[in-house]
């Protein structure tokens, strides 16, 4: 179905809407604690990015990573946001995925772990994270589930998060970069995940990779945006 209205970044909602209209009365009605703001935060959040593009998409493709590395220059310049939608038509047993990198060295990790079941974001050389070295712990969190939650623990602030993931079959990554904020939806929001990020420089080409198996990417799709 075409999308007439207003796109929420929801595939499956906007099939069946046709995207949201001025004409609209929308309930959004669900038992306690089951997501409702969220979901409703995130449709805002979408909606208000489609607005924020600024110049003409760049598509490449299709890419195969099959034990190696693949460089994909995203743009001639960047101010440091952009979109990125990808279409993943195979993703192999092992790891496999993609790093966003500048000319800094900086670099952030996101990529699928076949073997463990999981989707994971990884900051800890994403560029300064020293200062979660010197980070003091709120007396609600005295604990140390930072180190037994995530991987690849660093310091408070350089590591990894992750979410559980069936990496079979065919998947979409959208990627949203903002200067100092990443936001990955997979699936069309089914998988979502923020970090904070503080790179040295922008993050302008994107290191496609597997450690063995191969990594098909269909299509890249990266959009300019406004900071």
């Not at 208000?48 to 110049?55: D, Q, Y």
């Not at 960047?78 to 047993?93: F, M, Q, R």
Request: aromatic residues 8%; charged residues 20%; glycine residues 10%.
């Amino acid at each position: 179905q075409a999308i007439s209205g207003g796109a929420t970044g929801f595939v499956d909602l906007d099939n069946l809407t046709a995207g949201l209209h001025p004409s609209d009365f929308i309930i959004l009605a669900a038992r306690p604690s089951m997501g409702k703001t969220a979901l409703a935060l995130n449709i805002t959040q979408n909606v208000a990015i489609r607005g924020s593009r600024e110049g003409e998409p760049k598509t490449v493709g299709p890419v195969v990573a099959s034990g190696d590395t693949r460089t994909v220059s995203l743009f001639d310049s960047t101010d440091g946001a952009y979109e990125l939608d990808l279409s993943i038509a195979n993703l192999p047993s092992g790891i496999s995925g993609l790093r966003l990198v500048n000319g800094a060295g900086d670099k952030v990790d996101i990529y699928f772990d076949s073997s463990a079941g999981r989707f994971v974001m990884d900051r800890t050389e994403s560029g300064i994270v020293d200062f979660g070295e010197r980070g003091t712990v709120h007396e609600i969190e005295n604990h140390d589930k930072r180190k037994t939650l995530s991987i690849n623990y660093k310091n408070d602030f350089a590591l990894a998060t992750w979410a559980p993931f069936s990496v079979k079959g065919s998947h979409t990554m959208k990627i949203l970069y903002d200067v100092s904020s990443i936001e990955v939806f997979i699936d069309g929001g089914r998988v979502a995940m923020t970090n904070l990020v503080f790179p040295n420089l922008p993050y302008d080409s994107l290191e496609l990779y597997s450690d063995g198996g191969r990594l098909e990417i269909t299509s890249i799709k990266g959009t300019p945006m406004k900071t």
